[in-house]
């Protein structure tokens, strides 16, 4: 799977925004999905944080779901790197 795809996988046709950044269905976190696609091609220019773009998530509960990139908890990332050691 090549999550900087530039055409958007069938999936992400579904996805309801999420306001906070995590399945809006069962609550799993974005390290949880079984599939990811960055919206990298199509970024939003806002005032104060530079661009942002769209993250698309597909839950294990089938669920898909997608919240701006900016929204993702900074614990987020460090957790991440502490579960899966490289
Ligand atoms: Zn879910």
């Excluded at 974005?30 to 530079?50: C, D, F, H, M, Q």
Aim: proline letters at 7%.
């Amino acid at each position: 799977m090549d999550v900087f795809a530039k055409v958007a996988p069938q999936w992400t046709n579904q996805a309801t925004h999420a306001f906070e950044f995590c399945c809006p269905k069962c609550g799993s976190s974005s390290r949880e999905a079984e599939k990811v696609w960055l919206n990298r091609y199509a970024p939003v220019i806002t005032e104060g944080y530079g661009r942002k773009w769209q993250e698309f998530y597909y839950c294990k509960c089938s669920h898909v779901w997608w919240a701006w990139n900016n929204d993702r908890p900074p614990a987020d990332n460090l957790k991440s790197h502490r579960d899966n050691p490289i």
